[in-house]
């Protein structure tokens, strides 16, 4: 069983940054991450594959976001600058144990394991 072990949510002003982190217990082909407003369906936001390729990101957080890898420790990590206010939403990390095709890291159901969410709140 793979465990995501996220961290780094919190309250930020508009404007501001943050960064995530999210170590998986094993090696993996491809993680990612996701994110859920209330009352919203869950979105897609970066993903980056240790096989090559990418990174992918929502379009939504294109320069603004930027995802990244540490090989070492099985780890990747967003960077979020410029935060506003529709940012706000519990963030999923996700990763994948196999590769798979660029045009499918958008969809969560290509992920095989999830982390438990981290709140990120951006406060106006």
């Known amino acids: 069983q793979v465990q995501l072990t996220e961290s780094g949510g919190g309250l930020v002003q508009v404007g501001g940054s943050l960064r995530l982190s999210c170590a998986a217990s094993?090696?993996?082909?491809?993680m990612g991450w996701f994110r859920q407003a209330p009352g919203k369906e869950r979105e897609f936001v970066s993903a980056l594959s240790w096989g090559g390729g990418g990174p992918a990101y929502g379009d939504s957080v294109k320069g603004r976001f930027t995802i990244s890898k540490d090989s070492a420790k099985n780890t990747v990590y967003l960077q979020m600058n410029n935060l506003n206010a529709e940012d706000t939403a519990v963030y999923y990390c996700?990763?994948?144990?196999?590769?798979?095709?660029?045009?499918?890291?958008?969809?969560?159901?290509?992920?095989?394991?999830w982390g438990q969410g981290t709140q990120v709140t951006v406060a106006s």
């Open positions: 094993r090696r993996m082909m491809l």
């Open positions: 996700a990763a994948r144990t196999q590769r798979v095709i660029f045009s499918y890291w958008r969809e969560s159901s290509q992920y095989d394991y």
